[in-house]
Structure formats: structure tokens, C-alpha cells
């Protein structure tokens, strides 16, 4: 296997390298990829045709906003994905755990206890921000939505799976993921119903106080916020299963 | 080209037994009512056939178009005097075997005989289809339907022999089709870019170089193994497990006949018997054909069960049929043609005697049928009458088409070949007329001082005898009037023989 | 001379060539599931790094619009001075579209970094389902060597 | 809402996998219905679309408003209409077939597997139906996720099976993000069209970076379509997951990746570059023929149906490869033709075993013993099936091999011709066997007669309505797709005869 393996990358490597003479140099303003009219469109035109000066948050959110509904999708089947190949009893999600359950595996260690209680207020807090502000600086629904989860698994870490899970319950955990897509997708198919192609947010300035432009970057917002929703419960419940191998007990 | 009519009839005649399955399936738990079905549906075939005769002889062909299925490709139906021919024999004979299947199947209360009369009807389907083909689509999609339907009919007793017959049957019709005649035909339809429309000159010519046209021809000679040409040919005995009436119309009738059919198309329909002569390729065939015709022969002398006999006999016959095919001469293919009937109506005779006497003593083997014609003299006595015809001797149709392909040897300038005519012949006689003489006059000094009676004798239930009885009168009559059948085939090669 | 040249202009690909290699290296030969896996990280970064050299330009700054573009105030405050309107007015969106003026070479190239943002989401996807399928295969062989597996495997039939 | 026809494909889909996972998992009751719905919807509209191509011509739908190259569109032409409507064909067909197998194979998880079911046809269809080269990564990614998770849904090999499908499912993705890189720094688009544009313009055939491109693209798809010796995931993926992700992902995931294929080949680096410049026909075919002949030969080899069946897949996607790489005419219409006939018939066999492993909870061919009896209508959706993948006219099948042995004549590949001949035998013996055993009983009684049927004539166990319904149905659209092959190739024809490739069409 190993002199196989050795084989095929020198192989693959080889080729790629021979393709490298014909790449253009680094930082090269001038190569296609940086010179054609696609990039220089997103550039230029970001801003007048939707109000948003992140040009990265527009072209994900709005020009390739489709392939940004189905990255969120992606999330959401890693998701469940892992939910279903790890769980071995009939899903007992449905019961509300968290409250009853409620027994520390040890003494909360004061220290941790202290910061973490002190931490995760800003963590989410920052989070939001994130999210809300996406339009103008770097951000936006997945990068909040990462850190908000991340608060819930630090909850989790610093003392123990149930005290998350009383939040975070898993029941929320995949109405949470699947409204945020839900959200997505939702403003996709109001333009649909208005008449115009599926996330086409221009048309959505006739339900919303804004002009066509602006319904256009308030759009972005909604969307991000959908993304948010779904990154922060499907972050939270891989970590969870994963740690507890899928029994939502105990963490290894 | 003389005129030819639009009719559908040619359609309804292929689909009206495919029709018929559904209220014999239907009427499953009735057989009187089912073979009621049966019965119906093979005289509405045989009154199809024959309304379309005097088209025929009048010289016209009749067409129908069914659909376009590949670009310039259809599937199309079309009655020529060959096919006419062809159809006449499967359909008449249909009805006979009806009548001698029922006798053979309630005789011997065989099991699942709603299935057994499904297929049966189904295989009669694909054997008009391919006698009215209109081109080599058309007839390798029935050729194809027909080794399937017959399977569950070889296999019929589903017991060990059936499935290794069975295996042997499929393997070898299959991978022959599949291996041999799908891509000559591919190649076909490649080259010419035409609908492979069978016509009286062919439509190859010119479009293949002759070492393409050699191995053209050899693919379709081999690939239709239906025909048994060696080495293709150990299916037949193979298949001889089946329950005698399957053998008896579809061994040494529909199934084979078709095979040689298909091969007489391919050399009249297909290359054209011009454009072969130009080439002069087809003695390659020839010979393949007269080795198989010897080598056969020699083989049938050595069985002792019946139906195998029989079998290797229908081997050597149907190699007549490519040889005379394959000289090429007006007579010797006129010859091959009217060799068809000839040796159907002949050869189901000797397989329904056999399947009869199976059913009246359960004797299979030769050795065991001393003196059994004097307790079955009917039997024996068409089995007499069908092996003349078989042999080609008077007074039987045999002699007829043995005639046209004697003197068309002749008229090819094949002596050689011809003398394998005759060697034959005498080889036909060698191993079928001792059956029939035996059981009139066994060895046994016991067995022949028996005084007859008609009251002793133990012939087969009635099903069973008249059918035979029928077919050895049918031989009879068919030396005494076969100007239709000449006819027939001699609109295919241009004369009015 | 030529290949130092190439070499210096083009090392963001020769890095994320050998990276990814590595990667691969890892993901066909290692006999244990979870290194496999982390092979397997390896590779997708390789490719996002090379995404996102791609988009890189020299003298660019991040593809955000600088804040005094999109808020105007000083360049509209001189223009409006004498209507005594300066405190109150924001410009509409057309007003600043029109004064507008983005020279392309400022900015990176958007685009791979959109594209990026996709593939780390599904490597981390990919991730996820790959060590729940160790996790299952741990759970039901007690193993997670290749070998060890399949050795158990051949010996139950 | 006729406008919309294309993303409704799979976007009806895609709604109703999210209302079900919001749904669904408190009321078990519910699943099945919104799958029905969802799928129904979507083969609606892609029979909508297909009309609308074939009087309209390449119809376009731009998400977002956004013409390309800015964003993302879905660009339907005869190819991916047809495909498309396949796709969604054969996934309500099995979602039919499921009603009864999930609950049974895959307890308590209904609803995820419902889910992921789904969104994995959403993916499928949207690789299908995308004009954008890395949203079809994206998608690509969708369905691969949701098929580990599907297959590792099923027993304990199933979840190694899983295993080594990701890791070389991954490679084969990021083989192809990294040629759509390689495309993107030559051209600096994305979408394949405007790629295509870009080097014709530019005229980048001879680039190396296009080659690499072209290269690792095609390699990477090579993996996820199990090409011959790429296709070690394949055998054990689908051969031990639940019977339902069998019957979806078998007839489609590798037929998808062929339409991949055909498109990247057609649609962005062009014919002219595929086949004329690089001239590799010669190689791949002669790859191709033993990928049919060695995945035959190790079809031949196995006990279990649906180990069988795994390797047929493989040696079908050995068909329409060397089908594609025969660089004529004939032979892409054969390889486009195979596609959606080789979909239905792979469907109609993984039906078939999966009612077969429903009823006798065995996957081992024996188990088919006296099921013509027992049976019968079973047993005739599955002869149709098989004498599809065996060649027989008038089934699919037979006419997807004349166009491809028509295609390897004219182009003078004979050894294709012969491998396709030899794999078809094969195939004969193969399902031969089957029938043998179902027919005779795997132990057939010495001499004469067997009685044995008639005494359990009454005793049929045939399967359940759900069951039968969609395997009946398949198996009348293999003779219906054969029988009017000629509409379907027409519009193949269409679609192949805008390129430039190989030989003239009759």
C-alpha cells in the first residue's frame, strides 16, 4: 500500500506541477482570474446594485446565493447525517432531558465555572454581531453562526453535555437547523410566488419597506440570519453526538 | 418487382395466437374452454395465412409498416412467396400439433399445461413473425422472442435433464445470436445506413468489400444456430427432453425451420444469389453444410433412442436446406425452398408416431419396438409413410424437393456435392426405414408368427393418432399437387418452376 | 536562473502541491481510519489554499468597499455647504452610486473567497460524517486499523 | 409558475426534505406522503421542462436574477432534461418501493433517512440541471454526504463500506474543485458556457493548466462513477446498505457522474478538444473494455444479488464511458441513450432484490428458489429487467447496446464491440442462473415431472402492493423507452448533433 500510495502522489503531484510554469505569478493583478470581467463586475458593481460594500458577503448571499443555500444545506445533512449513523436507541430527543436530568457529572471547577459564565454572554453577543454586520465588515452567517455554537459547546466543555443540552435541547437542535434553511429557502420562494426567479430578492421590495436595491441587501441580512440559525444548532449537535458517541450522555 | 399491397393482415396473422395467451391464461383452471382457445386462435392463423395465398401466387407481396423503432429502421411486416410459403407450413401444422398436444398432455396428465399452451402459442407468434418479416430486424426481433418462449417449453418437466437440456439450449441460442448475428447485423446496418428491406437481388452488393461479405456471411450461417449447421447443432438433441409435441412443431418444425429460413433469407433476401455467385464465397457454406449432412447422418445411425434419431436426423436435413441454399442455382434453391414443407410435414410425423408410442407403451428406445407395429399399426404406418418422405422416396412430397436439389447440384456444377446427396440419402434410408420394418417384421420368431388382429391392437387415444394420420396423408398429397409450392418458392428465384 | 524565478514568483503553488500531496499520501496509505481522515483535512486545505492564492493581488486590500466610499460625507458636505443642509442629509443610494469611483486593482478578487467559504464548510461536513462513521466502525469492530478490521472481518465468515 | 419549471425541479424536492425533517419526526405518518408529493412535483416539472425544450430549445433560469457568468443558472438542453426527468423517475419510483422497507430496515431513523433521501435527489438533480461548474461541486457534495449517511444507516460492513466510499468519494470531489480551480485561473469564470467561451477566445487549448484541468476532472469523476480500477467503494457501498439507498443510489449516482462527463467534455472543453487534440480515444476505450470485462467476469464470481448487481453497475459504467470516448456520434448518442435506460434497468433489478430481501430476509441468489410459482409477477417485472441489462429486444436495453455496438463499428473500435458482446453473455449466464434457480428450485427433483408446483399453486406470496407497483412500473418503461426509442434518440440526436464529433450521422 505504502509504495502504492507513493506512486499515485508522485504521479498526481507530478502532474499538477507541470501545469505550474503556465500559472500566473503571485499576487499578479493581471491574470484572467483577477482581470476578467467577473471579477472586476463584483467589484465594481457590488455596491450599486445591491447597497452592500462587503463584496464577499453580496457575491455569496446574492450572486451565488443559490450555492450558498445549498452550503447551509451541506451543514444541515452533516447534521443529520451524523445524527443517524451514531445513534443507536430510538431517538429520545423527544423528551425533554435537559430540566429533569439536571446532575452535574462533577463539581463545576470555580475558575472555569466563573470565566466561562463570564465568556459566553460576549461570545453569543459577539456572535450576533457578526452576523448582523456581515454587510459591512468581514462576517456574516456562517462565521456567526460558528461562534455562536461554539459558545453552547464551550457551555458543554466547561461543565457537562446536560447543562447544554437544558438550552439547546436536541428537539431545537434540528427545528432550529431546519428553520434556518427553512428561512433561507423562504425568501427564495416569496420571490417565486411574487413572479420573479427563485431568490431573486429585487422583487421583494413590493412586501418590504425598501426600494429595489435595498430589498436586496436586506435580504442578504435575512438569509444570513437563516445560515446563522442552522450553523449554530448543527455545530452544537455534532459536537454533541460526537462526543458522547451518539447518546447524548455523557461526553467521552 | 411485381405490385404489393398495404394489409394489415400479415400483423394480425403474427399477433393473433399472441392474443390467445391472454384467455388461455385467463382460462387457466378450464383446459376445455383453453384449448377451445387454442383451437380458435389456430385456425383464425391458418385462415389468415391462406386468405393471403392468392395475393401471393398472383405475384404481388403484401407490406405493413408498424413503427419506426431506430432512425431508418422499422418494424416492418412484409409476405413474399418465401414467407408465404414458410407461414403456410407453421400454420397449418399448428393446428394439427393442437389437437395432438392435447392428447399427449392429458395422456400423460402432464403438470402446468396452462403455461405449456401460453408458450406454445407464443412461440407460434414469433414464427409467423419471422416468416413475414420485412427485414433483418424485424426477423432477428422475432428469432430472438422465439428462443425465449420455447425455453419454458424445453424445460417443461423442470426436472435435472430438462435443466441441463435447457442450459445447452439457451446457451447455445443465445450466445450465437447475441454473438454472431447482433453485430453482423450492426455491421449491416453500419454499412448500407438502409433499412435492410429483404429484396430478390439483395442489398448488399456494393456496399462491403468480399472479405467483409465472407465473414458477413459466415456470422449469419453460424449465428443463426437455430438451423444447426455444425458445430452448432448439439442443442437439438439436447433439446429433445422437451414433451414430444414441442419437439414435434417446434423441433423439427417451427425452431429449426426458422433457423433455415433465416439463413435462406440472409442468402436470397440479404446478399442477393448474384452478387454470392460473384463473390463466389458460398461454398464455403456449402461445404460446412455437406460435412454437417454426413457427419449427422452417421450419427443418427448410431442412436437408439427415438427421439434423438429423429433429432440427428433433422440436423442432416436442414444442412440440405443451407446446401441447397448455398449452390445457388435457381433449382437447388427452389429445391431448398420446397424442402421446408417437404420435410416438415414429414418429420412432425415421425415425431408425433414417436411421442404416440411413448404414450401408448412408454417405450423411448428403437431396440425395445420389435413387432410393436402390429399392436400400433397406424403408427407404423404413417411412421413408414413419414420416413419415405423424409428419405425422398415416392409416393411422399419428399421426393419433389430431393429432385429439385439433385438436379440443381447439377446444374452448379458441383459434383462432389452431389454425390453427398446421394451418399446421404442412402445413409436416411439406413436409419429410418429398419424402424418401421422392424415393427412390422421383428427378428424375434415369437413376436412375428403373432396372428393380427384389430382387436389387439394399443393405439395412442384418439388426440394423438389422428393428428399423425393427417400429416402422413398431408405427405401424400403434397407429391401429388406441389404446384403451389413450387409456385411459391419460384417466385423467389424468378422462374416459374 | 529560471527555475529560482519561477520558484519565487510561483512558490504558492509548489506549497500547496507538496501539501496536498501530503495529504493524499496520508489518505491512501495510513492504516488507521482517524490519520486517514486527517489526511484527508489536509488535502481539502490544500486546495483551499490554492483558491485563495488565486484571488491574491499585490497592493490589494480586503474586498470590503473603504468606509468613506460608501459614506461620502466630507466629499457632500463641500458640495452642499451653502444650503446649510450638512448635518441632516444622507445621500441617497443613487447619489453615492453616482459619485462612485472603485478602482478594481484596490481590491482582492471577491470571488475565491466565496468559494472557499463553500469548501471549508463542506470539508468540515465531510469531517464530521467521516469521524461519526469511525466512531460506528470503532463501536461495532473495536478497531479503527485497517487491517485489524478486516482481519476480523474475514475471520467471521 | 411554466417559467419555473426548471428550478421546480429541484427545488419541490428540496422544500418538502426540509418540512419533513421539521415535521416528520414526531408524526412517522407523515414522511411518506411528503416524499411522495415532493418527488411527484418534481417529475411534473421536469415532464413540463422536457416539453418546453423540445419546442423551445435550451431554456435558461437565472437564480438571483443574475445573468451568468455573475450568477449561478440552470442551463436545461435536451441532455440534462432527459436525464433529469430519469432522475426524478426512477427516485419516486423507489420512494414508492420504500414504504414498507424503510420502517422495516431502518427503525426510529425514518424521518432522517426521509430527509436525507430527499435532499440526496435534490443534489443529483441539481448536478444534473446546473450550468455552473462549481455549484456543481457544491451539489455533488450534497448527494455524496447524504449517500454515506444512507448507506451507513445499514448493517455493521455497511458502515466500512461508508468509510471507504467518503474517503474516495473526497478524493474524487476535490479532484474535481481542483480542476475547476485550474479552469478558473486560465479563464476566470465559473460558468461552464462562459468557460467554454473563455477558451475559445482566448484560445487556451494548448494551455497545460487546460490540460491538467481536463486531467483531474475527469479522474475525479472516474472515482465517483466507479470507473474500472477506480471503483473499489462501489461493491460493498451498495451491496450491504438498506435496500432502499441500493435502489436509489444504484440506478442514479453513477449515471449522474456520466452526465457529468458528457457535459464537461461537451459543454466546456469541447469535443474538438477532448477528442481530436488529445486523441486518447484509443486508451480509454481500451480501458473501458476491461473495466466491462473484468467487472463481468467478477459479477460472475458472486453469490450474493446484490454483489451481483454492484458489479453490473461497474461494468454499465464501463459501457458508457468507452461509449462516450469513441469519439463518433453514434457512440455519444448510445452513451447518452444507455444513461436513462441503464438507470431504469438497474432500478427494476434493485427492486427486485430488495423484494426479494424483504420477503426472505436473504441476499444469496438461492433464495430465489420456485419464486416463478410463488411469485409471478415479481418474477416478470424482473425478467424484463434482466433481459434489459442482457440485451434482449424490444426491452431498453437492447437498443442502448444496438446504438453503442453501432457506434464502435463505425468508429472501427472492434474490441469495444466484442467486450460489449462478451459482457452481454455474461450477463446471460449471470441472470440465467437466476432464473434457473427460481424456475427449477436450486435443487431440482431427479427424474421425471415436478409436481411440486402444482401442489403450491395457491400458496403465492407475492409482494405487497408498494412494493410491486414500482417495479411493475419500471419494467414497462424499459419496453416503453425501447420500444420508442426513436422519440428519445431524437432529441439525443438533436442535442449531440450541435458538436463537432467524430464520424457523419445517419
Known amino acids: ?252 | ?497 | 536562473m529560471e527555475l529560482l524565478e519561477a520558484l519565487s514568483t510561483k512558490f504558492n503553488y509548489w506549497i500547496y502541491i507538496i501539501i496536498m500531496m501530503i495529504g493524499l499520501y496520508a489518505m491512501i496509505s495510513k492504516n488507521n481510519l482517524v490519520k486517514k481522515l486527517i489526511g484527508m483535512s489536509i488535502f481539502q486545505t490544500a486546495i483551499i489554499l490554492f483558491y485563495v492564492s488565486i484571488g491574491v493581488k499585490e497592493g490589494a486590500t480586503i474586498p470590503i468597499l473603504y468606509h468613506d466610499q460608501v459614506h461620502p460625507s466630507h466629499g457632500y458636505s463641500h458640495h452642499k455647504a451653502d444650503t446649510g443642509h450638512i448635518e441632516d442629509h444622507h445621500p441617497s443610494h443613487e447619489e453615492i452610486v453616482a459619485n462612485l469611483l472603485i478602482e478594481p486593482d484596490d481590491f482582492g478578487n471577491p470571488l475565491p473567497h466565496v468559494l472557499m467559504l463553500t469548501a471549508i464548510v463542506v470539508g468540515v461536513a465531510t469531517l464530521g460524517v467521516g469521524l461519526a462513521l469511525t466512531q460506528k466502525i470503532y463501536r461495532d469492530f473495536g478497531s479503527i486499523e485497517e487491517s485489524e478490521i478486516l482481519e476480523s472481518i474475514k475471520s467471521a465468515k | 409558475m411554466i417559467d419555473q419549471s426548471p428550478a421546480l425541479i429541484l427545488l419541490a424536492p428540496f422544500l418538502l426534505a426540509i418540512l419533513l425533517a421539521l415535521l416528520g419526526i414526531k408524526r412517522e405518518w407523515l414522511c411518506f406522503p411528503l416524499v411522495i408529493a415532493g418527488l411527484a412535483i418534481s417529475v411534473a416539472a421536469s415532464v413540463v421542462t422536457l416539453l418546453r425544450v423540445i419546442d423551445e430549445g435550451t431554456i435558461q433560469y437565472f437564480f438571483g436574477g443574475w445573468e451568468p457568468p455573475f450568477g449561478i443558472n440552470l442551463r436545461v438542453d435536451g441532455l440534462n432534461a432527459l436525464v433529469a426527468l430519469a432522475v426524478s423517475t426512477v427516485s419516486l419510483l423507489t420512494a414508492i418501493y420504500s414504504k414498507r422497507a424503510v420502517p422495516a430496515e431502518t427503525s426510529d431513523k425514518v424521518s432522517q433517512f426521509y430527509t436525507l433521501y430527499l435532499l440526496s435527489v435534490t443534489g443529483l438533480l441539481g448536478i444534473v440541471l446546473t450550468g455552473d461548474a462549481f455549484n456543481l461541486y457544491v451539489l455533488i457534495e450534497i448527494s455524496a454526504l447524504t449517500s454515506y449517511a444512507l448507506i451507513g444507516m445499514g448493517s455493521r460492513r455497511a458502515t466500512l463500506a461508508a468509510y471507504k466510499y467518503l474517503i474516495m468519494g473526497t478524493i474524487g470531489a476535490s479532484f474535481y474543485l481542483l480542476g475547476v480551480g485550474y479552469l478558473y485561473i486560465k479563464t476566470g469564470s465559473l460558468n461552464m458556457y462562459d468557460i467554454q467561451e473563455q477558451i475559445v477566445a482566448n484560445n487556451l487549448h494548448g494551455s497545460p493548466s487546460i490540460f491538467v484541468a481536463f486531467v483531474v476532472i475527469i479522474v475525479g469523476v472516474w472515482i465517483k462513477m466507479a470507473f474500472f480500477p477506480l471503483h473499489s467503494w462501489l461493491p460493498n457501498s451498495y451491496a450491504y446498505g438498506p435496500s432502499t439507498t441500493s435502489a436509489l443510489l444504484g440506478p442514479l449516482v453513477t449515471k449522474v457522474m456520466i452526465y457529468v462527463m458528457i457535459r464537461m467534455i461537451l459543454t466546456v472543453f469541447g469535443p474538438e478538444f477532448a477528442f481530436d487534440q488529445l486523441d486518447w480515444s484509443n486508451i480509454i476505450v481500451w480501458m473501458s473494455v476491461i473495466a466491462i470485462l473484468a467487472a463481468s467476469i467478477s459479477a460472475l464470481a458472486q453469490a450474493s444479488l446484490q454483489k451481483i448487481l454492484a458489479f453490473l453497475i461497474i461494468a454499465e459504467v464501463g459501457y458508457m464511458v468507452g461509449g462516450v470516448w469513441l469519439a463518433d456520434k453514434m457512440g455519444m448518442i448510445g452513451s447518452i441513450y444507455h444513461i436513462i435506460a441503464d438507470a431504469f434497468m438497474t432500478l427494476c433489478v434493485f427492486l427486485f432484490a430488495g423484494i426479494i430481501f424483504t420477503k426472505t430476509g436473504r441476499h444469496d441468489i438461492s433464495a430465489m428458489e420456485g419464486l416463478f410459482t410463488k411469485m409471478p409477477l415479481t418474477m416478470v417485472g424482473f425478467l424484463v429487467g434482466a433481459f434489459s441489462l442482457i440485451g434482449i429486444p424490444p426491452t431498453a436495453g437492447f437498443f442502448s447496446k444496438w446504438y453503442l455496438i453501432q457506434g464502435g463499428i463505425s468508429s472501427g473500435h472492434y474490441e469495444y464491440v466484442a467486450a460489449l458482446l462478451i459482457s452481454s453473455l455474461i450477463n446471460a449466464v449471470i441472470f440465467f442462473r437466476i432464473i434457473e434457480i427460481a424456475y427449477f428450485g436450486s435443487k431440482p427433483a431427479e427424474g421425471h415431472g415436478y409436481h411440486h408446483n402444482e401442489e403450491q399453486k395457491d400458496g403465492t406470496m407475492e409482494a405487497s402492493f408498494s412494493m410491486l407497483f414500482p417495479l411493475l412500473i419500471t419494467a414497462a418503461v424499459l419496453l416503453g423507452i425501447g420500444l420508442y426509442n426513436q422519440e428519445v434518440v431524437e432529441i439525443i440526436t438533436n442535442f449531440v448533433s450541435q458538436f463537432n464529433i467524430g464520424a457523419i450521422i445517419l
Request: proline share 4%; aromatic share 12%.
Open chain 2, 1 to 497: 418487382m411485381p405490385s404489393s399491397l398495404t394489409s394489415f393482415t400479415p400483423v394480425l396473422a403474427t399477433l393473433v395466437s399472441l392474443l390467445a395467451v391472454l384467455p388461455i391464461v385467463l382460462l387457466g383452471k378450464r383446459p376445455n374452454l383453453r384449448e377451445g382457445a387454442t383451437f380458435l386462435a389456430a385456425f383464425i392463423k391458418f385462415g389468415l395465412v391462406v386468405s393471403m395465398l392468392p395475393t401471393i401466387l398472383a405475384g404481388s407481396t403484401i407490406e405493413f409498416t408498424v413503427w419506426k423503432i431506430v432512425p431508418n429502421l422499422a418494424i416492418a411486416f412484409r409476405v413474399d412467396g418465401l414467407g408465404m410459403l414458410f407461414g403456410l407450413v407453421a400454420s397449418s401444422l399448428w393446428i394439427v400439433t393442437s389437437l395432438y398436444s392435447i392428447g399427449y398432455m392429458r395422456g400423460l396428465k402432464e403438470h402446468s399445461q396452462t403455461r405449456f399452451f401460453t408458450f406454445f402459442a407464443i412461440s407460434l407468434s414469433a414464427t409467423i413473425g419471422v416468416a413475414f418479416a420485412a427485414n433483418l430486424f424485424t426477423l432477428y426481433l422475432f428469432y430472438e422472442m422465439l428462443s425465449l418462449a420455447t425455453y419454458p417449453l424445453v424445460t417443461h418437466h423442470q426436472d435435472k435433464e430438462a435443466r441441463t437440456g435447457g442450459r445447452t439450449y439457451l446457451t447455445y441460442l443465445l450466445s450465437t445470436s447475441i454473438g454472431f448475428v447482433l453485430p453482423a447485423l450492426i455491421f449491416v446496418y453500419v454499412k448500407t445506413g438502409s433499412n435492410m428491406e429483404f429484396s430478390n437481388s439483395g442489398f448488399l452488393s456494393g456496399h462491403i468489400t468480399a472479405s467483409e461479405a465472407l465473414i458477413l456471411l459466415l456470422l449469419f450461417a453460424f449465428g443463426f444456430a437455430k438451423s444447426g449447421l455444425m458445430p452448432f447443432h448439439s442443442w437439438l438433441p439436447g433439446a429433445m427432453v422437451a414433451p414430444t409435441p414441442v419437439s414435434a412443431l417446434l423441433h423439427a418444425v417451427a425452431v429449426v425451420k426458422v433457423g433455415v429460413f433465416c439463413i435462406l433469407r440472409v442468402f436470397t433476401g440479404v446478399f442477393g444469389t448474384d452478387y454470392l455467385q460473384d463473390l463466389d464465397i458460398a461454398t464455403v457454406v456449402a461445404w460446412i453444410a455437406a460435412f454437417t449432412v454426413v457427419v449427422s447422418s452417421l450419427i443418427a445411425l448410431t442412436q437408439d433412442n427415438l427421439k434423438r434419431r429423429l433429432a440427428f436426423s433433422t440436423v442432416g436435413q436442414l444442412s440440405y436446406i443451407i446446401l441447397g441454399a448455398a449452390l445457388l442455382s435457381d433449382r437447388a434453391v427452389t429445391g431448398s425452398m420446397t424442402h421446408i414443407a417437404m420435410h416438415a410435414v414429414g418429420k412432425i410425423t415421425l415425431f408425433m408416431c414417436a411421442g404416440a408410442i411413448f404414450v401408448a407403451t412408454g417405450k423411448k428406445y428403437i431396440s425395445q419396438m420389435d413387432g410393436l407395429g402390429r399392436k400400433m399399426p397406424i403408427t407404423f404406418a404413417a411412421f413408414s409413410i413419414g420416413a419415405l418422405s423424409v428419405i425422398g422416396l415416392p409416393p411422399t412430397g419428399g421426393l419433389i424437393s430431393k429432385f429439385y436439389l439433385v438436379t440443381g447440384a447439377m446444374d452448379a456444377d458441383q459434383t462432389a456435392l452431389l454425390v453427398i446427396f446421394l451418399i446421404s440419402t442412402i445413409l436416411n434410408a439406413a436409419y429410418l426405414l429398419p424402424i418401421g420394418y422392424r415393427a412390422f417384421f421383428p427378428k424375434d420368431a415369437q413376436l412375428a408368427n403373432q396372428p393380427f388382429s384389430w382387436k389387439t391392437t394399443e393405439e395412442a387415444n384418439w388426440q394423438c393418432i389422428t393428428p399423425l394420420s393427417i400429416t402422413a396423408v398431408l405427405a401424400i398429397l403434397l407429391f401429388i399437387k406441389p404446384q403451389f409450392l413450387l409456385q411459391l418458392a419460384g417466385l423467389m428465384v424468378g422462374t416459374n418452376g
Open chain 1, 1 to 252: 500500500m505504502k509504495s502504492f500510495a507513493l506512486i499515485t502522489v508522485i504521479l498526481t503531484g507530478w502532474l499538477l506541477l507541470s501545469a505550474v510554469s503556465d500559472f500566473p505569478s503571485w499576487g499578479d493583478t493581471e491574470s484572467p482570474a483577477n482581470d476578467y470581467r467577473l471579477s472586476q463586475h463584483y467589484i465594481t458593481e457590488t455596491f450599486p446594485e445591491s447597497s452592500v460594500p462587503n463584496m464577499v458577503t453580496a457575491v455569496l448571499a446574492d450572486y451565488r446565493g443559490y450555492d450558498t443555500m445549498f452550503e447551509t444545506v451541506v451543514i444541515f445533512v452533516a447534521g443529520i447525517a451524523i445524527m443517524s449513523i451514531l445513534r443507536r436507541k430510538p431517538l429520545d430527543y423527544l423528551k425533554d432531558t435537559g430540566r429533569e436530568t439536571r446532575s452535574y457529572k462533577k463539581d463545576p471547577d470555580l475558575i472555569i465555572d466563573t470565566t466561562c459564565r463570564l465568556m459566553i454572554p460576549i461570545i453569543q453577543l459577539f456572535a450576533l454581531y457578526v452576523v448582523a454586520h456581515g454587510h459591512h465588515s468581514p462576517g456574516g452567517g456562517f462565521q456567526g453562526g460558528v461562534i455562536f455554537g461554539a459558545s453552547f459547546i464551550l457551555l458543554a466543555l466547561s461543565r457537562d453535555l446536560q447543562a447544554a443540552q437544558r438550552w439547546v435541547p436536541e428537539k431545537r437542535v434540528l427545528n432550529l437547523a431546519g428553520i434556518g434553511i427553512l428561512i433561507y429557502s423562504g425568501f427564495g420562494f416569496a420571490c417565486m410566488i411574487l413572479g420573479s426567479n427563485f431568490l431573486d430578492y429585487e422583487i421583494l421590495h413590493k412586501i418590504m419597506p425598501a426600494t429595489p436595491v435595498e430589498a436586496r441587501s436586506h435580504s442578504m441580512l435575512g438569509v444570513e440570519i437563516g445560515v446563522a440559525f442552522t450553523c449554530t444548532a448543527i455545530m452544537f449537535s455534532i459536537y454533541s453526538n460526537l462526543a458522547s458517541n451518539g447518546d447524548m450522555k455523557e461526553t467521552l
